[in-house]
Structures are given as structure tokens and as C-alpha cells.
């Protein structure tokens, strides 16, 4: 497995852990002690919201076990589960997590609200729950993601680089967000925002049900008619995999030569960049958001502080001053490849410069 070589900020943060639901449920003080007890001997609960995305199985999942066995000295045992994107069904998977009684769980939400009532049952029977990459309602205990309100203005900022003398106000743009079931894409369109309103148009504007790729294509279509097909400078997209469902949908209309914005770096993306399809991807280093899940995790699951790992807090409207750590996200274009993705061993030449992209890999020294 390639692994990002990127390290996580450590901070000083002074916090409580006290044992959470009453003492007829957790045990009261004899279950703090219990858990303050324990070693390397641990269980891990992973659940993962969809695999729609590739980087959940391709990064995350093997990322967190792998940091996670490093920690215990291969003595965690690590229970896993995909939601596939069904928000009833990774409730299911928490009772089910509660059932084989883990010590502390990763949870990256479907739905953020939705699995509120999930978290604090998980809770009450003194599971401690790190929310992961998306901040669930609930009782979490800590949470890790990337600074979600700068990957939407980096997104935004670079379409604005990309229009160049073309970023006027009378220039539309095509906004396709992601799922209103994922806080992040909130602030994804809340960074987006900060950086294009006042400097462009925003004709068009959806939110993707489910973040997939083939809404995204039937929204960027329904954009074109709208808009029609000369009138638009660009498009944001909050992900990769739906900037695919845009491209396609702007090459069956004959649109060319309009920059298309991105989040993740997939491999697919990146070729679309080489090749000049998409302008750029958010490229978000997965290592060091997944080494701090799996630090928090294990620290929490033994009854250990968590102030050597998690240096900001965040608070939701069910959790306040969460420990947390927010990771730096980078800008991916053409010229950063090298820089960014191979350097970091998350790509290899040879795996994007395929076939149709080697002419253009060449050009722009990949390698």
C-alpha cells in the first residue's frame, strides 16, 4: 500500500475524557478504570459511508487499519463495514458495531444528522465515536478532517486563475455541489462562494443527491439548456468523480476548453488534468487524516488524553469544543503533479501516463 509521507501537526489541548453514559449502563467508575486498563488488546469499529468515491477503499480503509495495527502491535482486531451510501443501513451497521461490543468507533456519516440517535446509543453504552472526515451529530468524543471551508475557496480561487481576464461579473458560471446530507459539502459551497461571488455570475446552481457522477451528468445537461452551450466560462464541481459526469456531459454538447474544477486527486481526474479536460483537483493527503483517526482512536479506546494528537476544536450544534485535527489541502493542476501525487507515492508515472496520456505527460515532464 502506497502511503502519503506526510506527517500530522501535533498540538497541546487540555480536555476531560470522562466516561460516558450513567453508571447502570457503563459501569460508573469501575468502567473508567477498566477502560484506562486497557492495552494493545483492543477492538476497533471502521464503518465508511459509500464506495462510490474510490478513495475510501483505495486510501482510507487500508490507511486507518494499517495505523491502527502499527499502534498495537498487530494486537487491535478491527471491525469494518461499508454504508454504500444508505443512511439506514449504517445505523444498522453501529447497532451491529454496539452488538460486538468494539471499545471505540470511526464513523464517517451517510447522513451527519440523520445518525444523531446512532452515535448517542453507541455512546450510552460507553463507546466512545471519532467522527471521521465529516462531522456526525452526536456525542463525539474527537474528530479529524480537512479544513473543509478552505477546500471550497482553493476550489474557487483556482477557477478564478483558470478564467483568468475572463473572471468578470458578466461571465456564468455552472455551480455543482455535492449532497445535502454531507455537512462538508456545505462548507465546500460555503469556501466556493467566498472566493466567486462579486466576480462572476452564478447562472445555475444544484445540489447532487448523493454525490454521484450520473446526477452531476443529468444536472450539467439540464445547465447547458439552461444557460446554453456558448454562454458558459466554467464549471465548479465539489468532487472528481462528478467533474467526470460534467466533462462527459460538456463533450456530448461540444463544449471544449472550459475549466472544470475538482476535489480528491482520483487517478482518473489527474489524467483528465494532463490531458487538459479538468482544470484541477483538491489534493488532499489521506495519511495524516487517517493516522489521526486511528491515533484517536486507539488513545481513546486505552483511556488516554488526547493532547499530544489533536490540536483545534469544532463544534456542531450536539457537540461542543471537539478535539480535533484539520489537515492542509493543496491545489492540484498540470504543474504540481510531480510535486504532489507522485512525490508523495500516491500515484506513479506509469499509472497515469497510460496509453492516450503519455504524449501528454511527456510535454509536461511527468515523472
Known sequence: MRRAAVAVALGAMAISLAACGSAEEA???????????????????????????????????????????????GKATIDYNNAKQDANLQAQQVDTMITNRVDVLILDAVDAKAIKNSVQKAVDQGIKVVAYDRLAEGPISAYTSFDNVAVGKTQGEALLTALGDKATKDSKIVMINGSVTDPNAAQFKEGAHSALDGKVTIAKEYDTKEWKPENANSEMEAAISAVGKNNIAGVYSANDGMAGGIITALKAAGIADIPVTGQDAELAAVQRIVAGEQYMSVYKPYAPEAEAAAEMAVALAQGKSLDSIAKDKVSSDSAKDVPSVLVDVTSLTKDNINDTVIKDGVYTADEICTGKYKAACEKLNIG
Open 27 to 73: 459501569g460508573g467508575n469501575d468502567e473508567a478504570t477498566a477502560t484506562a486498563a486497557k492495552g494493545d488488546d483492543i477492538k476497533v469499529g471502521l464503518l465508511l459511508p459509500e464506495n462510490q468515491t474510490a478513495r475510501y477503499e483505495k486510501f482510507d480503509r487500508p490507511l486507518i487499519e494499517q495505523k491502527i495495527k502499527e499502534l498495537t502491535n
